[in-house]
């Protein structure tokens, strides 16, 4: 999948570009979540659920119901963590992997290939070449990122994401899939 990369100018660049209309066509957007995350010392995946928000200027909100209560909100480049009644403000530096989640996640419907390029090598997999979904790989240049993440898959279809994969360096991993409510037919 990575063999694909996506440079300036090129056909992937205008279907990177396609996509990221597609994707901001459908903002806002809410649906739910089911997070899996896998771990090395661990049988089984670590799963949570929850429903989340995206607004058109990227404002987020991320409520985790099972196994415990926990909302996150992203607005204007501060994120918070609510628990138990308790707000809190989450920094770059005190929480830098979930600072940098919620600040990607909430980017992601841009898919800006100059922005993306600031920071990960592009690859992109078109409905043409996989059957019927788009595939856009994402590998990290920045050091920084390097440490945290080995690299990110990111799946949708019909201007949506259903997937996101986040491998880190080793053997754990976090699989995000979204779903979405059905839009009421036209009659």
Known sequence: MFEHP???GTAEARALNSIADQLRENL??????EQRKYLAILREPMISTGRFNLTADGHIHWHIEEPFA??????EGELTRTMEGKTEIISAASEPSLYGFFQMFSRLFELSLKDLNSYFAVSLLTPEQTGEHWVIGLTPEDSRLQTLLAHIIVQGREGLINQVTL???GDDYTVLNFSYPRKPQAE
């Open 6 to 8: 996506v440079v300036a």
């Open 28 to 33: 806002p957007v809410a649906g739910t979540i």
């Open 70 to 75: 926990v909302a996150y909100a992203m607005a």
């Open 167 to 169: 491998t880190e360096p």
